[in-house]
């Protein structure tokens, strides 16, 4: 089964910025759209952003304009850009694949705070 492997978060202060990084153990050509979520203490996962395997990008309402989603075929990694970081983007960032079933990585930590 595909795994996925999250790095990339830290501690951040307010208008900082960090990159997420997802890498697959396989090709993600073929992957039907892969997507960054996020959960905070006492709340519900919730989408952050989402790459379709066409290249369609959407985001959360909150993010929009200030974080943006990539990917890179030949590393088998997609990115979430995170500027302009504000302490309520502080959660846990979790990786997701659609392919044949859905597939998370274990979760990074990212913290905005000063």
């Known amino acids: 089964q595909v795994q996925l492997v999250e790095s990339g978060g830290g501690l951040v202060q307010p208008g900082g910025s960090l990159r997420l990084s997802c890498t697959a153990s396989?090709?993600?050509?073929?992957?039907?759209?892969m997507g960054w979520y996020r959960q905070a203490p006492g709340k519900q996962r919730e989408l952050v952003a989402i790459?379709?395997?066409?290249?369609?990008?959407n985001y959360a309402d909150g993010v929009k304009g200030r974080f943006t989603i990539s990917r890179d075929y030949a590393r088998n990694t997609v990115y979430l850009q995170m500027n302009s970081l504000k302490p309520e983007d502080s959660a846990v960032y979790y990786c997701?694949?659609?392919?044949?079933?859905?597939?998370w990585g274990q979760g990074t930590q990212v913290t905005v705070s000063s």
């Open positions: 997701n694949a659609q392919i044949s079933v859905i597939v």
């Open positions: 396989e090709s993600i050509f073929n992957f039907d759209a």
């Open positions: 790459i379709t395997g066409g290249g369609t990008t």
